[in-house]
């Protein structure tokens, strides 16, 4: 049950209850997205009535990584490319907690991409918000496993060679049951989507296409924050239930946002009480057979 | 408190190493295992897998060793006791994570079921040759106990020693046992629930407005709060100050890294549990830890028939080192000899305490293999003869180095 609400009081932040005030003012560069994906991640917070005590919010490295810092609820600031594995213990550990990873391409998809295939697969209880801004922007703008073919990069300084992961066509095929991609732009999107990611059982994926001014639209000529949301405006198609297999981007191509995968299939922990009650049944319990 | 009867099976078992340490955790109240098979030390996951469904241990099998002590990391702040299973090439992938608990001052055990090494090596035979690994493994500053169990019994018993260490102290414990202790089958006795001490968590009780998740207590390990109950904890591998915050000035730096390895350090003599035999007068004193104390007492044994005064000193843990036993024992005795199966890690600890007091031999082994006895009873008498303290580490040379390097590698000139 929720047990805080949306401030309403104008002197002060309304997402107040859900932020730790007392760290701001956060890191994040002038024109990032990633601070839109955390409004939007605690308005859907109050929306999915779930009580925030019982959320963690686990996060790896880099820039996204530092959203644990900032939501006021247990939140762990992991090793660069665990928090899925991290998080995956709490769960569970502890089948009640609420659990949220947060973090960017990088982290997930590069150095923590076989935690992410293989929780899809098990199908934990998680929500893993993806921040993608198509770059390593920690550490100053290098290529990441995300970056669009041909862009520039400071480890791609010709351009991309490699092509890049399509993060909903992975999530999809590896076994995710909620899969949906909104820009930093579409605010009540992205907030309906994470409501409804947070409500749902199973291993729920929700990318974030993010400007990073700093870094990727800057070595790319992309222009500031605004045109960057410009951009967005005008290239963005929304198409639910797309084949997932059609939503890779390349460079500055369209980008086709919705929600992509709702489907329903037993969940870990579902399957794991299953089985050990019939474990702790069976006859065929070996231990059972040498009456320990 | 007591242990739970419900995860202690008691009775009278034959056993190899690793189900005992298995057990062993069971008993300790380990309510999560995360593993990833790897020889040897995959028997004693799979007893867990095994036995912990019956005793409410949850157990999963991760994608690899860095999804295992990430997950047992994440189990922990769920409030429950956890350990993961590994060795060699395993451990040497967990290292990065190992630092990380250390930081965010998570209790947690990790069985090292040591093989041959480096890389491949030999993954079916034993070594020794983690040791330093297990202390300096990780990058930064940070202090853990290492224990090294020479039996089937000791496994069970250490294995709770462990959790209880891992509890009170907050800081990574290693079980840094070997293939053979691990696979060799003895008689464990697993005592009555009420016979086994198990350490609680040492949870936050206070009020949640004032509570600081790194604020020490005097013993300089703070209360540990688990998620779920509405502090908001922000748990990072920053440096962070009381609160839990990234701090990156040196004043913190020093306070909090400081903290870290003096918890350890200041807390040794509490922490370090040596066995000595006839060390008093001895002239010289046989140092060794895990499967090679077992193999040292047959060359202890012949020494002796041959009228030399030996004593033994066993490491059970050995970090945090006893240096201050070993440099009281060397300014009055000979030499210390020191078998171990790697070409020379914890030997140096012991030279470094010895500080030039006495000589220091060290009785190498490659691995894949123990110590022939003889080697340790000639490495005695070769000692024992020294009219004053060898400089160094002197470097026994072994009948099976002898046969096949005949005498050693030599550069050419």
Redesign the interface.
Known sequence: MATQKVNTNKDIHPMENLL?MD?MPHIWCPTCGIGLAVTAFTAALEKANIDP??V?I?SGIGCTGRV??YV????????H??PI??????????P??KVVVFSGDGDLIAIGG??FI?AARRNIDMLVVCVNNFIYAMTGGQVAPTTPLAAYATTSPYGCVEPPFNIPYLADSSGAVYVARYTALHIRRLTNALTEALNKKGFSVVEVISPCGMYYSRINRLGDGLEMMKFYHDNVEIKHGEDTKNLEIGFQSKIICGKFVDRERPSYMER?NQW?SE??ASAK???GKKG? | MKADQKSVLTGVYYIDGDVAAGYGALAAGCKFVAGYPITPSTEAFEAVCHRGPKVGTVFIQMEDELGSISAILGAVWSGVKTMTITSGPGYSLMQEAIGFGAMLETPFVLLNIQRGGPSTGVPTKTGQADMMQSRWGSHGDYEVIAIAPDSPQEMFDYTIKAFNLAEKYRCPVMIMSDECVGHMTEKVVIPDADKIYVEPRRFYTGPAADYRPYKPDPDLVPKMAKAGEGLNLYITGIVHDENGYPVSDEKYKSIYVKRLVDKIRLNKNEIIELKEEGTDGADVIVVSYGISSRVAVKGVEMARQKGVKVGTLRLVTVWPFPDDRINELAKKTKAFVVPEINYGQVVYDVARCAHGHASVVLVPHGGAGVHNPDDVADAIEFAVKQEKPLEGVHEFKTRLEKSVFEGGFKLKE
Do not use: C, Q, W
């Open positions: 730790r760290r005590n019982m963690s686990v644990a810092g006021k609820v247990d939140s762990f600031h992991t090793t490319g665990r594995a991290f998080a995956t213990g709490i769960k569970v550990a502890n009640k907690m076989n935690h293989h794991y050990l474990v702790r319990n070996p231990e320990a």
